[in-house]
T-cell receptor, first 112, second 114 residues
């Protein structure tokens, strides 16, 4: 019940296309859902996050869609660029718990 | 002006040795973490300290021992290194449970045990 399941494991998208990464969770007590972006040789960095009281959050080309009833959330990258090539992690946490529950990561490659 | 800095960046050592990884943050955060990232990129939390108090202590071998001398530092000492300890270790920090500010990660320490 503590897991966050992320798919796909890897994704190849043409430049200019839409990249979509999905995550599903079981624990309805989760109340914070961030996405992190990790470039090779670097640590993960917070990209965008959402709370379950909204269904969508957009920051530039990055959008989180949240479906509370289905217990799913997804990251959409519009007009994907080669510089977006990275590993993306979804995560979830609840209340004042300091511990994030992480997805397994998606390696995204944007082909020029 | 690095926010979370780890040293060393690379560490190659023989089985059985003892090694330490140091971490410092200059963000004024009160919570620090150690994560292990394996070859498949899976992130596993190991420890977390809040204001120098251990708050998360996941199931890791007791060969791993964290130490937080103050809020800005969290070091990781590893005794009797084994081949399976080879991984990238990340230090991170956050401001308490203010998740909307996220975690700030260091650039990692790649540990190779031979």
């Amino acid at each position: 019940q503590q897991q966050v399941k992320q798919s796909p494991q890897s994704l190849i998208v043409q430049k200019g296309g839409i990249s979509i990464i999905n995550c599903a969770y079981e624990n309805t007590a989760f109340d914070y859902f961030p996405w992190y972006q990790q470039f090779p040789g670097k640590g993960p960095a917070l990209l965008i996050a959402i709370r379950p009281d909204v269904s969508e959050k957009k920051e530039g080309r990055f959008t989180i869609s949240f479906n509370k009833s289905a217990k799913q959330f997804s990251l959409h990258i519009m007009d994907s660029q080669p510089g977006d090539s990275a590993t993306y992690f979804c995560a979830a946490s609840k209340g004042s718990n300091y511990q994030l529950i992480w997805g397994a990561g998606t390696k995204l490659i944007i082909k020029p | 002006d690095t926010a979370v800095s780890q040293t060393p960046k690379y560490l190659v050592t023989q089985m059985g040795n003892d090694k330490s990884i140091k971490c410092e943050q200059n963000l004024g955060h009160d919570t620090m973490y150690w994560y292990k990232q394996d070859s498949k990129k899976f992130l596993k939390i190991m420890f977390s300290y809040n204001n120098k108090e251990l708050i998360i202590n996941e199931t890791v071998p007791n060969r791993f021992s964290p130490k937080s001398p103050d809020k800005a530092h969290l070091n990781l000492h590893i005794n009797s290194l084994e081949l399976g300890d080879s991984a990238v270790y990340f230090c991170a920090s956050s401001q308490g449970d203010r998740h909307h500010y996220g975690y700030t990660f260091g650039s990692g320490t790649r540990l190779t045990v031979v």
